[in-house]
């Protein structure tokens, strides 16, 4: 089993910065993708951001210049930076991660971003 903790949500500015962060622990070995989703309320989850064990990434549209996201593979922990917030990107945030073709999801950080 694969257990993640998330953290650094909130409520920030618009035009604002944040660091979410996503934790992997338990019987891991090699994680091949882990990314970031977010669900705005109303709304379906959708992605926001990959990163493959190769360093390879991929955005969505919405993310692209102004979201980054790393990975520590020692730590087995996934970043995500958000600059420039807007309002439209107030959702809950879930990471997602990959360990031998089973995906593992965390429980969701808030980030309310605010006009």
């Known amino acids: 089993q694969v257990q993640l903790v998330e953290s650094g949500g909130g409520l920030v500015q618009a035009g604002e910065s944040r660091r979410l962060s996503c934790a992997a622990s338990?019987?891991?070995?090699?994680?091949?993708?882990m990314g970031w989703y977010r669900q705005a309320p109303g709304k379906q989850r959708e992605l926001v951001a990959l990163?493959?064990?190769?360093?390879?990434?991929n955005y969505a549209d919405s993310a692209k210049g102004r979201f980054t996201i790393s990975r520590d593979n020692a730590r087995n922990t996934v970043y995500l930076q958000m600059n420039s917030l807007k309002p439209e990107d107030t959702a809950v945030y879930y990471c997602?991660?990959?360990?031998?073709?089973?995906?593992?999801w965390g429980q969701g950080t808030q980030v309310t971003v605010s006009s």
């Open positions: 997602k991660v990959v360990v031998r073709f089973t995906n593992y």
């Open positions: 338990g019987t891991i070995g090699s994680i091949n993708v």
């Open positions: 990163i493959t064990s190769s360093g390879s990434t």
